[in-house]
Nanobody, 123 residues
Framework: QVQPVESGGGLVQPGGSLRLSCELS????????IGWFRQAPGKGREGVLC????????YFANSVKGRFTISRDNAKNTVYLQMNSLIPEDTAVYYC????????????????WGQGTQVTVSP
């Protein structure tokens, strides 16, 4: 059973940084793409970033370019979302997901989701 588990969320001041982790069990991370998504209060879910099986990066959200980056450690079966220069508009529950495919696409169903981790950006 594929199971992503997010961690690393919290409260941070504007301009601060956080690193989220997504640990995946039940499959071999090295062959699959992993996406990060977020859902702000009262809004729909939004794609943020995705990393392919061969470490290609796809930005789903233009608003995070230059501030967020994604990386993976296949030995630890973990994907990271490094978030810098955080702004209040980044406040959301952040989720990682996989569709067990090698590439990234907004059109995937993204069949496997974690429970999410809350990120709050506030003075």
């Amino acid at each position: 059973q594929v199971q992503p588990v997010e961690s690393g969320g919290g409260l941070v001041q504007p301009g601060g940084s956080l690193r989220l982790s997504c640990e995946l069990s039940g499959f071999t991370l090295a062959t699959y793409a992993i996406g990060w998504f977020r859902q702000a209060p009262g809004k729909g879910r939004e794609g943020v970033l995705c990393i392919t099986a061969n470490d290609g990066i796809t930005y789903f959200a233009n608003s995070v370019k230059g501030r967020f980056t994604i990386s993976r450690d296949n030995a630890k079966n973990t994907v990271y979302l490094q978030m810098n220069s955080l702004i209040p508009e980044d406040t959301a529950v952040y989720y990682c997901a996989t569709d067990r495919r090698a590439y990234c696409s907004r059109s995937y169903i993204w069949s496997y989701w974690g429970q999410g981790t809350q990120v709050t950006v506030s003075p």
